[in-house]
Every structure is written in structure tokens, then in C-alpha cells.
């Protein structure tokens, strides 16, 4: 990014601040001097001064600004950290949508995705780029005029939030950068915010000293930063960002170029694109003043080269400052991305392949039987501590009891440990030929560890379950369930406090969250005036969620998100359900005999029925409202609709509410009971599957416009 004559001129100049204090006239000057040393200390790992000297010629600029206020500009270094908190993460919609990758775990899956590529491209060899798949928190940046001007979390891949005053503590992304140079006048450019080994170990060494909690792994501190709301807190934990994509940018011509569009050279004019390639995206980047991984890709002919390079970075993983779980291949070449397309759910041009899972030995201490809220009694063993793949494992779910039979685990066992997918932890097997004699065979308890009622297993699973309803450990869990984000949405009450407020007896079931005793939550540490208003605002929202949450949050088993909106657009209110039979319950859509028998067994039970109309009578929603006030026609009554790709003109929620809205029915998946099928952009295997089945018809979105148009 500096050239010599640059690196002599701004290590000369920052010299003489040092050895004398810049002035009002040098304060530009200044700026320059402390970006180029953040980009030597935070891009390149080579700084030219101090932390002290940096730090001099930091406060120097911030004493000048302060006394010429009017001299402040945005993209300052000083303008990292907002002088207040931030309030609360607005959702914002991101350019093009963040799909996920598709994974692989061996070369075979690597080797099959170049066949597929060299099919639909016809090229007989495919020329990729291969980096590092990062081990954080992905991001997404917008630059507007060379300045930033947004940046935002992954949150669904299609919004996430906006959190720029963090962004702006991470000292390696710029604050401004030369778009320009390269035609672009708006760009939105992925990446991942890191921790480095090296800061993660020494956070948690000044939060030891100081008494404090310390973070998990180096993953979930990044993550965990960016929805700090004080930014000063963020500054602290030392982040770092790779950016290894530009997703969109408008040219100054204001052509608009991203992920969904054509980057061939007949459609972008040699003078107006700034690259045709992924590899030259990054050099961009990393010309432009970024930490993209210019130094760590490798760009390959063949998917031979790529599995090479592959091994070859994973066998110096260890070595990296920084945690990665795999390498990221794409496609190189822009135009055959565009050709080869995507799927509703990744990009058919890339592929992350994930590094071997991480293994590591430790000793079986002991197990703890943990209740769910459907009675479920997990067995969880306790370890020894061990350090695997960044994360110290300590306890891990065995399941079941046929789990503990199959590994033939016994209490003072040495066991093999890895986390699958460098995410989840499982114990391997046992190590049989290191006993020593003294193990223990492992005794599932016949009585409930909480409430001591017996135990009780259905045939043909391989759950023991506690069937006693009033288990103080089954009702926890109902709450935290009923008050979760994907159920009532309750917000300021999460598991701490309903365990904190059932310890305290300001809870007992369900319905007390409606009648809370908030004089006596006042006299509790940590909650003032406002969190209680907070909480007292969110209950009383909860009371006018609609049908299909309730029915979610009642925690009826095998009764998800999408079957409960199943169930709640197939009645009127709720306790239509009580009349109901299995047969009816069966005949409903994507309701097998499983589901339907838990549903009838649910509203059969007096209790069942007792608490719902209890919280009837404390105010809540037990109407399906969609239902009985939404419709405005019959123009499509008793037709069936599913929606498959992206849809341009409209957002798929509201496609669907127009469906109900004139009466049409809404299903899950593609059967005989499907009428129409609407296709928009980049549709999958649904299509795929339509076409095999007669009585389906297949309509664009323009097409079902026109439909209900008419």
C-alpha cells in the first residue's frame, strides 16, 4: 500500500512529532502518520514504533482536535471509539444475501465438487483460489465514497446488525480507502473478525488478575465483542478482521456489479472493472490499506493442486496467530461463478473443506443425569479438562443410556475426545487396555434426580423420561422455552433471571410469568427502575403474539416452528384442538401419526387444558387472527402454494401473505397435495422434484402476480 518513498517519508515525519509536538498546520499530516502505523502494526505485523511512541502521537492528534473541534473528520483514527454508548443494534438489510458454504470433510468431496464445476462450466481444468476459512465472527463492510459507511453482523444472511461504532475499534480495518482508484464509488466487502492467540491468552490473564469471568475460545470472544454495547470495552480485546470478498460495488458510472449479477467482460467494460477475478478482489483489498488473505491464498490449476495446498496448510494450523478449522475453495474466475450460480442456501463456485476434527484423551470424573423440559434424563459426563481445537472441554452430553453401553463407558475411564466439526465435542470411545481395575460401570438412575418419581421409557426409544409434570427441573425448562426468542419472544427474561426468580419462589409455572410480583423483583440486586419497565414492557407485548408462537412455546413434543403454524392455521382459536382426533389431526399438512398423537395426547390432559385457558383469562392471544380478519378474497381458496428461489419483486413472507390473504393455503413441501409451485431466481432441488409430479404446476413470480391480479 506504501511504497519506500512513502514508508521513509511517514517514518521521518512521525520522528519529528515525537522530538516535537505537531501543530494545527501539521494536522493532516498527523492523521497520515498514525494510519500508516496502524497499517504496519495491524496489516503487516511489523511495526515501525512503539506502542509508547504510538500512543504519544495519538494523544497528540486527540489534544488538537479537542481544541479545534472544526478540524475533526470522520475517517480520523481518533474517531474509533463513539464517546457514548450505544443504545441497541438496529437490523439492517445486507446488499446481497450471506449464504453459508457448503462443507466437506475428505478429498472425495472436493474431487466430486470439481467434477460438478468442470460439467456445468465445460472446461476440462478449473482454475481456483484457495485461503484460509477463519475461525470468527463474519462481518459485512459498506464503503461509500471511500468511507465507511456501515457495517453489520451476519445475523440470518439476508439482515443482520449494524454495529459500525464496534467495527470502527478494530484497528485494521480502514476508516477510509481508495475505491475510487478502481472505479468503485459503493462497495459491500464479507470478512471475519478475529482474536489472535496471542491477545486471547492475554486478555484472559488480565481477567484472571482481576478476579473476572475469562472468555471461552478465541471464536466466541469475537463474536461476543461486537455486541458489546460500550465501544471503549470493544477497543480492549484487541480484534483483528480479514476481508476476503466484495459481494457488490456500484462503478462511478453507477453500473451495479455483486454475487447475482453477470462479471463477464461483455457486460463490465475493461475500463469500468476493477477485477475479473476472486484473487484479484483480494490483492484490491489488500492494496487498498485491508488484511485480506493476499499473503495466505494460493491461486491453483486443478482440484489435485487445491487438496495439496489444503494438507499443506492444515499440517501448520498450530502454527498460525490465529484459530482456523479449514480452507475456503472458489472459482476463480468471476464469469464462471455467474454461469455456475447458486442455490438458495450456498454458492455452487465455493466450498469450505474442513480440517480433520481434533482429538485429544482426558478422564471420565464422573456423569450428572439433567432434565429437560419434556423429562428427557440426559446423562452428562464430567472431565478432566482438556484443551481441544481452542475451546477446554469439561463436560459432554452421552445422550443415553444404550450411548453409554455402546462405548462401554465407565466412571474413571481414560476416553478419546474430539469436537466434531471443530464445534460440537463427543466422546470417541473409551481406552479399554489403560484400565486399571478401579473403573465404576455407570448406573442409570431409575428414579428422577429432581423430584425422585420413576423414571419411564416408551418402547421403542431409547429416552428415559421423568413423566412427572410438576418436576421442579421439567417446569425450568418450560419456562426458559416459553419465554425463548423463537417462542413468546419475551425479551430481558432469559434463562438467568427465570432461574433466579423460580430459586426465589416469584415464579412456579407458566402462567406466573403474567402475574409477577415486580415490587419484590425491586428489591432485588441488579434490577432498577428501567429493566423492570423493560420487563414489565416486553410480558405485556408477549400477550398479543400470534397463535402459531403460542402453540411453539407450550412446548407440546415434536411440535416445531413450522408445525405449530400448521396447527394454527387450521383452527380458529386454540382450544379448537381439544375436539379434535388423531384422523383430524393427521389429515392436516405434513402431520404424520407421531406428531398427531403427541398433539391429541397434549390437549387431552386437564392440566394441559387448565393452564391454557388460565392464561386466557391473564389477557393472551388465543385466536388465530390471520385467519379470521386477513382474508380479503376467495380468489385462490383451496389452492396450495410453495415458493422456491429468490423472488424479485416481492419478499417471500409477504408472497405468502398475499396466498392467505385470498384464501390460498400455504404448505411446507412438494407433494401431490401441492397445486402451484412458484419459481423465482436460482430454485433447488424443490423444482427439481415438481417437475417429477404431474398435478403441479409450475408459475414464475410474474406469473402469480397475474393470478392474483386477475
Same mark, same amino acid.
Given at each position: 500500500?506504501?511504497?519506500?518513498?512513502?514508508?521513509?517519508?511517514?517514518?521521518?515525519?512521525?520522528?519529528? *512529532?515525537?522530538?516535537?509536538?505537531?501543530?494545527?498546520?501539521? #494536522?493532516?499530516?498527523?492523521?497520515? =502518520?498514525?494510519?500508516?502505523?496502524?497499517?504496519?502494526?495491524?496489516?503487516?505485523?511489523?511495526?515501525?514504533?512503539?506502542?509508547?511512541?504510538?500512543?504519544?502521537?495519538?494523544?497528540?492528534? &486527540?489534544?488538537?482536535?479537542?481544541?479545534?473541534?472544526?478540524?475533526? +473528520?470522520?475517517?480520523?483514527?481518533? !474517531?474509533?471509539?463513539?464517546?457514548?454508548? $450505544? /443504545?441497541?443494534?438496529?437490523?439492517?438489510?445486507?446488499?446481497?444475501?450471506?449464504?453459508?458454504?457448503?462443507?466437506?470433510?475428505?478429498?472425495?468431496?472436493?474431487?466430486?465438487?470439481?467434477?460438478?464445476?468442470?460439467?456445468?462450466?465445460?472446461?476440462?481444468?478449473?482454475?481456483?483460489?484457495?485461503?484460509?476459512?477463519?475461525?470468527?465472527?463474519?462481518?459485512?463492510?459498506?464503503?461509500?465514497?471511500?468511507?465507511?459507511?456501515?457495517?453489520?453482523?451476519?445475523?440470518?444472511?439476508?439482515?443482520?446488525?449494524?454495529?459500525? +461504532? %464496534?467495527?470502527?475499534?478494530?484497528?485494521?480495518?480502514?476508516?477510509?480507502?481508495?475505491?475510487?482508484?478502481?472505479?468503485?464509488?459503493? /462497495?459491500?466487502?464479507?470478512?471475519?473478525?478475529?482474536? =489472535?492467540?496471542?491477545? *486471547?491468552?492475554?486478555? $484472559?490473564?488480565?481477567?484472571?488478575?482481576?478476579?473476572?469471568?475469562?472468555?471461552?475460545?478465541?471464536?466466541?470472544?469475537?463474536?461476543?465483542?461486537?455486541? #458489546?454495547?460500550?465501544?471503549?470495552?470493544?477497543?480492549?480485546?484487541?480484534? &483483528?478482521?480479514?476481508?476476503?470478498?466484495?459481494?457488490?460495488?456500484?462503478?462511478?458510472?453507477?453500473?451495479?456489479?455483486?454475487?447475482?449479477?453477470?462479471?463477464?467482460?461483455?457486460?463490465?467494460?475493461?475500463?469500468?472493472?476493477?477485477?475479473?477475478?476472486?484473487?484479484?478482489?483480494?490483492?484490491?483489498?489488500?492494496?487498498?490499506?485491508?488484511?485480506?488473505?493476499?499473503?495466505?491464498?494460493?491461486?491453483?490449476?486443478?482440484?489435485?493442486?487445491?487438496?495439496?495446498?489444503?494438507?499443506?496448510?492444515?499440517?501448520?494450523?498450530?502454527?498460525?496467530?490465529?484459530?482456523?478449522?479449514?480452507?475456503?475453495?472458489?472459482?476463480?474466475?468471476?464469469?464462471?461463478?455467474?454461469?455456475?450460480?447458486?442455490?438458495?442456501?450456498?454458492?455452487?463456485?465455493?466450498?469450505? *473443506?474442513?480440517?480433520?476434527?481434533?482429538?485429544?484423551?482426558?478422564?471420565?470424573?464422573?456423569? &450428572?443425569?439433567?432434565?429437560?423440559?419434556?423429562?428427557?434424563?440426559?446423562?452428562?459426563?464430567?472431565?478432566?479438562?482438556?484443551?481441544?481445537?481452542?475451546?477446554?472441554?469439561?463436560?459432554?452430553?452421552?445422550?443415553?443410556?444404550?450411548?453409554?453401553?455402546?462405548?462401554?463407558?465407565?466412571?474413571? @475411564? +481414560?476416553?478419546?475426545?474430539?469436537?466434531?466439526?471443530?464445534?460440537?465435542?463427543?466422546?470417541?470411545?473409551?481406552?479399554?487396555?489403560?484400565?486399571?481395575?478401579?473403573?465404576?460401570?455407570?448406573?442409570?438412575?431409575?428414579?428422577?434426580?429432581?423430584?425422585?418419581?420413576?423414571?419411564?421409557?416408551?418402547?421403542?426409544?431409547?429416552?428415559?423420561?421423568?413423566?412427572?409434570?410438576?418436576?421442579?427441573?421439567?417446569?425450568?425448562?418450560?419456562?426458559?422455552?416459553?419465554?425463548?426468542?423463537?417462542?413468546?419472544?419475551?425479551?430481558?427474561?432469559?434463562?438467568?433471571?427465570?432461574?433466579?426468580?423460580?430459586?426465589?419462589?416469584?415464579?412456579? @409455572?407458566?402462567?406466573?410469568?403474567?402475574?409477577?410480583?415486580?415490587?419484590?423483583?425491586?428489591?432485588?440486586?441488579? *434490577?432498577?427502575?428501567?429493566?423492570? @419497565? %423493560?420487563?414489565?414492557?416486553?410480558?405485556?407485548?408477549?400477550?398479543?403474539?400470534?397463535?402459531?408462537?403460542?402453540?411453539?412455546?407450550?412446548?407440546?413434543?415434536?411440535?416445531?416452528?413450522? +408445525?405449530?403454524?400448521?396447527?394454527?392455521?387450521?383452527?380458529? &382459536?386454540?382450544?379448537?384442538?381439544?375436539?379434535?382426533?388423531?384422523?383430524?389431526?393427521?389429515?392436516?399438512?405434513? #402431520?404424520?401419526?407421531?406428531?398427531?398423537?403427541?398433539?391429541?395426547?397434549?390437549?387431552?390432559?386437564?392440566?394441559?387444558?387448565?393452564?391454557?385457558?388460565?392464561?386466557?383469562?391473564?389477557?393472551? $392471544?388465543?385466536?388465530?387472527?390471520?385467519?379470521?380478519?386477513?382474508?380479503?378474497?376467495?380468489?385462490?381458496?383451496? !389452492?396450495?402454494?410453495?415458493?422456491?428461489?429468490?423472488? $424479485?419483486?416481492?419478499?417471500?413472507?409477504? /408472497?405468502?401473505?398475499?396466498?392467505?390473504?385470498?384464501?390460498?393455503?400455504?404448505?411446507?413441501?412438494?407433494?401431490?397435495?401441492? %397445486?402451484?409451485?412458484?419459481?423465482?431466481?436460482?430454485?433447488?432441488?424443490?423444482?427439481?422434484?415438481?417437475?417429477?409430479?404431474?398435478?403441479?404446476?409450475?408459475?414464475?413470480?410474474?406469473?402469480?402476480?397475474?393470478?392474483?391480479? !386477475?
Amino acid at each position: 500500500m506504501y511504497s519506500a518513498q512513502q514508508t521513509q517519508h511517514l517514518e521521518k515525519v512521525s520522528r519529528e *512529532f515525537l522530538k516535537k509536538d505537531a501543530g494545527v498546520k501539521d #494536522i493532516d499530516e498527523l492523521r497520515n =502518520s498514525l494510519r500508516f502505523h496502524e497499517y504496519r502494526y495491524y496489516i503487516l505485523s511489523d511495526p515501525l514504533v512503539s506502542d509508547t511512541e504510538y500512543d504519544q502521537l495519538y494523544k497528540q492528534l &486527540e489534544k488538537l482536535e479537542k481544541e479545534n473541534p472544526e478540524l475533526i +473528520t470522520k475517517n480520523s483514527p481518533t !474517531q474509533r471509539v463513539g464517546s457514548t454508548l $450505544n /443504545a441497541g443494534f438496529p437490523t439492517v438489510q445486507h446488499l446481497v444475501p450471506m449464504l453459508s458454504l457448503d462443507n466437506s470433510y475428505n478429498e472425495d468431496d472436493l474431487i466430486d465438487f470439481d467434477r460438478k464445476a468442470r460439467e456445468n462450466t465445460g472446461l476440462d481444468t478449473i482454475e481456483y483460489c484457495v485461503e484460509p476459512k477463519f475461525d470468527g465472527a463474519s462481518i459485512s463492510l459498506i464503503f461509500e465514497d471511500d468511507e465507511l459507511a456501515r457495517g453489520a453482523t451476519r445475523g440470518d444472511g439476508v439482515e443482520g446488525e449494524e454495529i459500525t +461504532t %464496534n467495527i470502527k475499534q478494530i484497528r485494521s480495518i480502514p476508516l477510509s480507502a481508495k475505491f475510487s482508484d478502481y472505479n468503485i464509488q459503493l /462497495a459491500e466487502i464479507r470478512g471475519e473478525v478475529l482474536m =489472535s492467540k496471542k491477545s *486471547f491468552k492475554k486478555y $484472559n490473564e488480565l481477567m484472571e488478575e482481576e478476579g473476572l469471568p475469562v472468555l471461552a475460545n478465541p471464536r466466541n470472544a469475537a463474536s461476543g465483542s461486537l455486541r #458489546i454495547k460500550d465501544p471503549k470495552l470493544v477497543a480492549k480485546r484487541s480484534l &483483528e478482521a480479514f476481508l476476503y470478498h466484495v459481494s457488490y460495488y456500484t462503478t462511478l458510472e453507477g453500473k451495479k456489479v455483486s454475487d447475482e449479477k453477470d462479471h463477464s467482460k461483455e457486460n463490465i467494460s475493461k475500463r469500468e472493472a476493477p477485477f475479473i477475478t476472486h484473487s484479484e478482489s483480494l490483492q484490491m483489498l489488500w492494496d487498498l490499506g485491508f488484511r485480506s488473505p493476499e499473503k495466505e491464498k494460493k491461486v491453483v490449476k486443478g482440484i489435485e493442486k487445491v487438496i495439496e495446498y489444503c494438507k499443506e496448510f492444515e499440517a501448520k494450523r498450530d502454527d498460525l496467530p490465529y484459530e482456523i478449522d479449514g480452507m475456503v475453495i472458489k472459482v476463480n474466475d468471476l464469469a464462471l461463478q455467474d454461469k455456475l450460480g447458486m442455490t438458495s442456501h450456498h454458492p455452487r463456485w465455493a466450498i469450505a *473443506f474442513k480440517f480433520k476434527a481434533r482429538q485429544g484423551t482426558s478422564k471420565l470424573i464422573g456423569v &450428572e443425569f439433567n432434565v429437560g423440559r419434556t423429562g428427557a434424563v440426559t446423562p452428562v459426563a464430567k472431565l478432566e479438562p482438556v484443551f481441544i481445537g481452542g475451546v477446554t472441554v469439561s463436560s459432554i452430553s452421552m445422550h443415553n443410556e444404550e450411548y453409554i453401553k455402546e462405548k462401554d463407558l465407565r466412571i474413571g @475411564d +481414560t476416553v478419546l475426545v474430539e469436537r466434531a466439526g471443530d464445534v460440537i465435542p463427543q466422546i470417541v470411545k473409551s481406552l479399554p487396555e489403560v484400565r486399571t481395575g478401579h473403573e465404576k460401570i455407570i448406573h442409570y438412575p431409575k428414579q428422577c434426580p429432581v423430584c425422585n418419581s420413576e423414571l419411564f421409557k416408551e418402547e421403542g426409544e431409547a429416552v428415559w423420561r421423568c413423566i412427572n409434570i410438576e418436576c421442579p427441573a421439567q417446569v425450568v425448562e418450560k419456562i426458559i422455552h416459553f419465554v425463548s426468542k423463537d417462542a413468546m419472544d419475551i425479551k430481558h427474561f432469559g434463562a438467568a433471571n427465570v432461574l433466579k426468580f423460580y430459586d426465589l419462589k416469584l415464579l412456579s @409455572d407458566i402462567p406466573s410469568i403474567y402475574t409477577l410480583d415486580f415490587d419484590k423483583i425491586a428489591e432485588l440486586e441488579g *434490577f432498577g427502575k428501567k429493566s423492570i @419497565d %423493560n420487563l414489565r414492557t416486553a410480558i405485556e407485548d408477549s400477550k398479543q403474539q400470534p397463535l402459531h408462537r403460542l402453540i411453539y412455546a407450550l412446548g407440546i413434543r415434536y411440535v416445531g416452528e413450522t +408445525t405449530a403454524k400448521t396447527l394454527a392455521n387450521a383452527v380458529k &382459536e386454540i382450544f379448537d384442538f381439544a375436539s379434535m382426533n388423531i384422523e383430524e389431526l393427521q389429515s392436516l399438512e405434513d #402431520i404424520g401419526i407421531k406428531v398427531a398423537t403427541s398433539i391429541y395426547g397434549f390437549f387431552q390432559n386437564d392440566d394441559n387444558v387448565k393452564m391454557i385457558k388460565h392464561l386466557k383469562e391473564l389477557g393472551l $392471544n388465543m385466536k388465530n387472527t390471520k385467519k379470521q380478519s386477513s382474508v380479503e378474497s376467495n380468489t385462490l381458496s383451496e !389452492q396450495t402454494f410453495l415458493f422456491t428461489g429468490t423472488m $424479485n419483486k416481492l419478499k417471500r413472507s409477504d /408472497a405468502e401473505e398475499i396466498v392467505e390473504k385470498h384464501g390460498g393455503k400455504i404448505v411446507s413441501g412438494v407433494s401431490s397435495k401441492l %397445486n402451484y409451485l412458484v419459481v423465482g431466481e436460482d430454485a433447488g432441488s424443490k423444482l427439481e422434484k415438481a417437475k417429477k409430479i404431474n398435478t403441479i404446476k409450475i408459475i414464475s413470480e410474474d406469473e402469480f402476480l397475474e393470478m392474483v391480479k !386477475q
